[in-house]
């Protein structure tokens, strides 16, 4: 008989809200049903069908930490998240598949009526407003315009409107936060989409058992 203690079940960090929803057709190609809705359980362990699968539920921007430190042995995270993380942890992650889902784009919005070409060709220092310094740090220094950016945590598009930035660097979808708040997108940054993420060491030491989710994900998701 074995006294090894038993392995702790494969473990995946997902949000709640659209990237749960999301990776739910996911893993039911993968023959994983969920047995709770977050939103309405608020437990933060769930098990599935798959006796040696379980999931957690974790902040979006916490995603990639979990799995990068091993708590969680793969995670689902934005390009966003994952850019950002990259910053202070690059080369932690593993990325092999583009999921294609909580699809969006990065851009830069000001207040409609703001000439925001004219403040480029003019060379103005920009206050620009975001959760994304890394992404925007990168997008303004290539285009070669000055910015100080102000990391904020939510709500970028009030910025603009009292005051505390000229624009801001946000995620958009259909638009209708920015025309709610009289906001006009003037630059495309990257699209974004949500990743599979695995942790390095999970990778080696239980590829059998993420192969066969690894392979029912990348086709579920073409
Ligand atoms: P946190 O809770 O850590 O602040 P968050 O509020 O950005 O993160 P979600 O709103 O659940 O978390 O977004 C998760 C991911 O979905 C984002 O990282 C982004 O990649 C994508 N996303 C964000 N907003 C949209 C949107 N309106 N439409 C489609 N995808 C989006
Ligand atoms: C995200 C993002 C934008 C909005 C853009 O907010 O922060 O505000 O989506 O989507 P839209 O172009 O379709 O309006 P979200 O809905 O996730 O709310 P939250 O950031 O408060 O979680």
């Given at each position: 008989m074995s006294t090894q203690a038993p392995a702790r079940p494969l473990t995946m960090a997902l949000s709640k809200g659209r990237i749960f929803e999301e990776t739910l057709p996911l893993l039911a190609a993968a023959g994983v049903q969920v047995s709770e809705d977050p939103e309405k359980s608020r437990k933060l362990i769930i098990e599935t069908s798959n006796p040696n699968l379980r999931l957690i539920i974790v902040r979006a921007s916490d995603v990639p930490t979990y799995v990068e430190y091993g708590a969680a042995d793969l995670g689902i995270a934005g390009k966003d998240v994952l850019i950002e993380h990259a910053a202070s942890h690059p080369g932690g992650l593993y990325q092999p598949?583009?999921?294609?889902?909580a699809r969006c784009r990065l851009a830069v919005a000001v207040r409609n009526g703001f000439d925001y070409p004219a403040a480029v060709r003019q060379g103005a220092r920009l206050r620009v407003a975001t959760k994304y310094v890394t992404a925007a740090r990168e997008h303004f220094a290539a285009k070669g315009v000055y910015v100080d950016l102000i990391k904020l945590?939510?709500?970028?598009?009030?910025a603009p409107l009292v005051g505390l930035a000229d624009a801001i660097v946000d995620v958009v979808s259909t638009g209708n936060t920015l025309r709610a708040n009289d906001l006009v997108a003037v630059e495309d940054i990257m699209p974004i989409s949500s990743r599979l993420i695995v942790n390095r060491a999970a990778l080696k030491t239980r590829q059998a058992e993420l192969q066969p989710l690894l392979d029912a994900f990348e086709s579920a998701s073409r």
């Amino acid at each position: 008989m074995s006294t090894q203690a038993p392995a702790r079940p494969l473990t995946m960090a997902l949000s709640k809200g659209r990237i749960f929803e999301e990776t739910l057709p996911l893993l039911a190609a993968a023959g994983v049903q969920v047995s709770e809705d977050p939103e309405k359980s608020r437990k933060l362990i769930i098990e599935t069908s798959n006796p040696n699968l379980r999931l957690i539920i974790v902040r979006a921007s916490d995603v990639p930490t979990y799995v990068e430190y091993g708590a969680a042995d793969l995670g689902i995270a934005g390009k966003d998240v994952l850019i950002e993380h990259a910053a202070s942890h690059p080369g932690g992650l593993y990325q092999p598949i583009d999921l294609n889902i909580a699809r969006c784009r990065l851009a830069v919005a000001v207040r409609n009526g703001f000439d925001y070409p004219a403040a480029v060709r003019q060379g103005a220092r920009l206050r620009v407003a975001t959760k994304y310094v890394t992404a925007a740090r990168e997008h303004f220094a290539a285009k070669g315009v000055y910015v100080d950016l102000i990391k904020l945590y939510g709500s970028m598009e009030l910025a603009p409107l009292v005051g505390l930035a000229d624009a801001i660097v946000d995620v958009v979808s259909t638009g209708n936060t920015l025309r709610a708040n009289d906001l006009v997108a003037v630059e495309d940054i990257m699209p974004i989409s949500s990743r599979l993420i695995v942790n390095r060491a999970a990778l080696k030491t239980r590829q059998a058992e993420l192969q066969p989710l690894l392979d029912a994900f990348e086709s579920a998701s073409r």
